[in-house]
């Protein structure tokens, strides 16, 4: 569960920032953020957000870094053994 909660929150931060994110409607814009009351509270316009991907370098800075921590936390593993040896 530990680890599963982790991996999420690293997911979400990949995926950010490999993402642009600006308002729907255009710049200068305002949301009408008055509340849709029902079963749950939810704003009346439905899409307030449009995403655009950065970059094919920003997407490879990401997949880099993830990449050399997963390679870190094999080598931080494989020195904890050891040590315990």
């Known amino acids: 569960m530990h680890l599963a909660a982790r991996e999420a929150v690293l997911l979400v931060a990949r995926t950010i920032a490999c993402l642009q994110l600006r308002n729907a409607k255009g710049e200068g814009v305002k949301i009408d953020m008055a509340a849709n ?21 920003v997407r490879s800075l990401v997949e880099n870094a993830a990449q050399g921590s997963a390679v870190d936390r094999a080598e931080g593993h494989h020195d904890a053994a050891e040590a315990a040896e």
């Open 37 to 57: 009351f029902g079963l749950t509270v939810l704003p009346k316009e439905t899409v307030l957000v449009k995403s655009t991907m950065r970059g094919m370098q």
